[in-house]
């Protein structure tokens, strides 16, 4: 059966771990496999298509375990796709491991990455009587890096560092050392960054905060309006009594000496 049937007659819920998270060893090398699902591998196998065995389990360790599979002594014919599978019917995305007797391999991501990380490449020699270990670039050696065939660029330390990857980083990728040979092509993954999905409270929070703030805006011009209207008003409670105003005695003025007295008498015409 095609990988591909597979994969998409199953749903993908899990993940396969690669130790080192890299896609191409050279022959000889090792890597580790494992399947992890919300922290668990309880009834998960890691399952393979290579060169040499089509939908094959792949698991080894002390146990046995199905869900982990380890290569101490990786081979060309162990290369091919490996994926995590379930009996529920489950899976994880395939992953390509490439095992090379070539000088060079390009070490890239096997995992998918997500957008603003940073992903560097390297461009590895195989270690050979001349070359101790593969992890030292040699000296008076330049790599050069293409992306889609097409030169990106060139180091002299052997690695390339893409700050903040984007989709359009995605495709295939491959090095060369002039003098040693040219890698063969890995595909980098570029998946976009996962929201950060807010709480239900958080979600809650801004129309609690609005009603907050208009009940206090209703109370606060009911109460205006009631202290407006109760000041020109009478409080039928206060007391009242009645109040008398005395006027002043007026001082006795003193008559003038020698004033003639005025007298005043009626008069009423006789009739004739």
Request: proline share 6%; net charge neutral.
């Amino acid at each position: 059966m095609n990988i591909m049937t597979i994969i998409t007659l199953c749903a993908v819920i899990a993940t396969l771990r690669v130790q080192p998270n890299r896609s191409q060893f050279f022959s000889y090398g090792s890597v580790s496999l494992s399947c992890e699902f919300q922290g668990n591998s309880s009834g998960w196998t890691v399952k393979r298509n290579t060169l040499k065995n089509t939908n094959e389990s792949c698991h080894s360790g002390p146990n046995k375990t199905k869900s982990f599979c380890s290569f101490p002594d990786l081979y060309p014919f162990d290369s091919g796709k490996y994926w995590c599978e379930s009996a529920a019917g489950g899976c994880s995305e395939a992953v390509n491991i490439t095992v090379t007797d070539d000088p060079v391999i390009l070490e890239s991501p096997a995992l998918p990455v997500e957008e603003g990380d940073i992903v560097t490449l390297g461009c590895k020699i195989r270690a050979t009587d001349s070359i101790e270990h593969t992890n030292i670039f040699p000296k008076n050696h330049t790599a050069h890096f293409y992306k889609d065939g097409l030169l990106i660029g060139s180091s002299s330390t052997g690695n390339r560092t893409i700050h903040r990857v984007s989709k359009s980083d995605e495709g295939f990728y491959s090095c060369n050392i002039s003098g040693v040979g040219h890698s063969k092509e890995s595909w980098l993954t570029v998946r976009g960054r996962p929201e950060v999905l807010n709480s239900p409270f958080e979600h809650a929070r801004l129309p609690v905060v609005v009603v907050c703030l208009l009940l206090i805006s209703v109370i606060s011009v009911t109460l205006l309006c009631l202290w407006r209207s109760h000041k020109g008003k009478v409080d039928p409670d206060l007391p009242y009594t009645d109040v008398t105003i005395t006027q002043g005695v007026q001082p006795n003025r003193i008559t003038d000496v020698g004033a003639v007295p005025t007298f005043y008498s009626t008069v009423k015409p006789e009739n004739t």
